[in-house]
């Protein structure tokens, strides 16, 4: 299989990670579109949030409880917005269940 993050998440191509536990990974994005653009990504592989298995639904929890570890850790006091796409229509291109963590400056424009 040919996943750039599971290589990531082997430590086979390198990245700043700012959090990791048994479960969970998470990197600063390669391009990142805010001041903190972090990827929060389950260390098992899981296409989408579409393939999410009833036995991987815990695995969800922990990336919004890394999630509040990593925003005390970066100093996101103000808020965070995540965000996960899911498909090709929604721009999904790493084909890796994966959550952008945003923050650092606050969002007027909403999407949602
Ligand atoms: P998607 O469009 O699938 O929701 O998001 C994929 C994200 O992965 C993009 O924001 C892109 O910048 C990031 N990305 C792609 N390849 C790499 C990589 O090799 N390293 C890191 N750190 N981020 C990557
Ligand atoms: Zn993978």
Partial sequence: ????????????????????????TAFNDLNPQM???????????????????EEDAFLVGKVFLAAQKIAEKLG??????????CGEAAGQTVKHLHFHMLGGKTMGEKII
């Avoid at 993050?5 to 969970?24: A, L, R």
């Avoid at 001041?35 to 298995?53: E, F, G, M, Q, T």
């Fill in 35 to 53: 001041p903190v653009h972090v990827l929060i990504v389950p260390k098992k592989h899981i296409a989408s949030a579409n393939d999410i298995a």
């Fill in 1 to 24: 299989m040919d996943c750039i993050f599971c290589e990531i998440i082997k430590g086979n191509i390198p990245s700043t990670k700012v959090y990791e536990d048994e479960f969970v």
């Fill in 76 to 85: 996101l006091d103000n808020g965070y917005r995540i965000i996960n796409n």
